[in-house]
Nanobody, 114 residues
Framework: VQLQASGGGLVQAGGSLRLSCAAS????????MGWYRQAPGKQRELVAV???????NYADSVKGRFTISRDNAKNTVNLQMNSLKPEDTAVYYC?????????WGRGTQVTVSS
């Protein structure tokens, strides 16, 4: 499975960004799709995940501000990020789980200035 993410960038606090990730290759039986992030000096953490059936799980820090969605036909997962805060600054990684194996994208930088 190959993952291609896009949509990162620099935005002011209070602004919005949309991340997108497309899966290709052996894409049958993809179960969970989601986003993680890693800030400098910190561990990688879950941001939001979504199951094939549409069930979602969000980190408490992003609830009410971020929305995850997926298109099963296109094998894409998106993360709409609103009301961004400087503490959201991190490298964001797309992740999918297929047959109990996790696959990671290369990461896209999101920087929120105060």
């Amino acid at each position: 499975v190959q993952l291609q993410a896009s949509g990162g960038g620099l935005v002011q606090a209070g602004g919005s960004l949309r991340l997108s990730c497309a899966a290709s290759g052996s894409i049958s039986s993809i179960d969970i799709m989601g986003w993680y992030r890693q800030a400098p000096g910190k561990q990688r953490e879950l941001v939001a995940v979504i199951s094939k059936g549409g069930s979602t799980n969000y980190a408490d820090s992003v609830k009410g501000r971020f929305t995850i969605s997926r298109d099963n036909a296109k094998n894409t997962v998106n993360l709409q990020m609103n009301s961004l805060k400087p503490e959201d600054t991190a490298v964001y990684y797309c992740n999918v789980r297929r047959l109990l194996t996790n696959y990671w994208g290369r990461g896209t930088q999101v920087t929120v200035s105060s």
